[in-house]
């Protein structure tokens, strides 16, 4: 079964391929077509594999990319009826494209059984917030890249969608702090995964008060958030030197 998902996995890579060979020959088609074969693939993983394990699959670092390139796929597909710019859905693309590439690199197994600290009723809306709020602000960060290499000095699109997605970075916030009580006593713990998140929400906030006159420094701060953002994600693991955090299982 784990060699079918592979399989799924690998044809959703070469779709994100020709997509973005489609951004290169400026074929608009090629674009949309591929783009929704691979949200066709983005659609069946992440319930094939609910099924498959019996539950919801937010279980390990393999189920959460899953479903990162759904939410990111879903909201590339929305910006472009909105804007009808097929060049969106190949940011999308070009998002996910790394993380499969990531999620078939690791080494974490489907069938990854939560710790105790993760048994709680908390644990999926919290993550879906961040899921929804990474998507939503990755798209964000990789339109201010395309912004920047074709001298766009707006922020007027970003804008909406960085306030959007902060809406859900704080809701997300706000649940684990609830959730941090019932498990480990306090809202808040200056754990080093809570100050990097909390340190992500500031600088949208700034990115939200929109203080810049010029706005291609607002693409340049909407870009270091968003590394900022990922840090959060993957980057605390290798800060146990400076102390261990408690969002480290197993």
């Known amino acids: 079964m784990e060699k079918l998902i592979f399989i799924l996995l690998l044809g959703q890579i070469i779709c994100f391929i020709l997509s973005f060979l489609g951004l290169v020959l400026k074929k608009d088609k090629i674009i949309q077509i591929f783009s929704a074969i691979a949200f066709g693939f983005a659609i069946f993983l992440p319930v094939f594999l609910s099924f498959y394990t019996q539950k919801a699959i937010f279980q390990s670092e393999f189920g959460t990319k899953i479903w990162f390139c759904f939410f990111v796929l879903l909201f590339a597909w929305i910006v472009f009826f909105k804007l009808k710019q097929s060049f969106i859905l190949s940011i999308g693309n070009i998002i996910c494209l790394l993380f499969v590439v990531s999620v078939l690199l690791q080494t974490t197994t489907i069938h990854h ?21 990474y998507a939503l602000l990755g798209i964000n960060a990789v339109y201010s890249v395309f912004a920047l290499i074709k001298h766009k000095n707006t922020f007027a699109f970003q804008e909406k969608i960085n306030n959007i997605g902060l809406s ?5 916030m706000f649940m684990g702090a609830l959730w941090a009580k019932t ?7 200056w754990d080093i995964k809570e100050v990097f998140a909390l340190l992500s929400v500031i600088i949208y906030s700034f990115l939200a008060i929109n203080f810049y006159h010029k ?8 870009i270091f958030a968003f590394c900022c ?6 980057g605390v693991k290798y ?6 955090s408690l969002h480290i299982y197993g």
């Open 229 to 234: 953002l990922l840090f959060t994600w993957f």
């Open 183 to 189: 498990i480990w006593a306090n809202f808040w713990a």
């Open 168 to 172: 859900f970075l704080c809701c997300a």
């Open 215 to 222: 706005k291609k420094y607002l693409h340049f701060l909407n």
């Open 239 to 244: 800060l146990t030197n400076i102390g261990q």
């Open 113 to 133: 059984e939560l710790p105790p600290a993760l048994q709680s009723p908390w644990f999926l809306p919290h993550v879906c917030c961040y899921m929804i709020a």
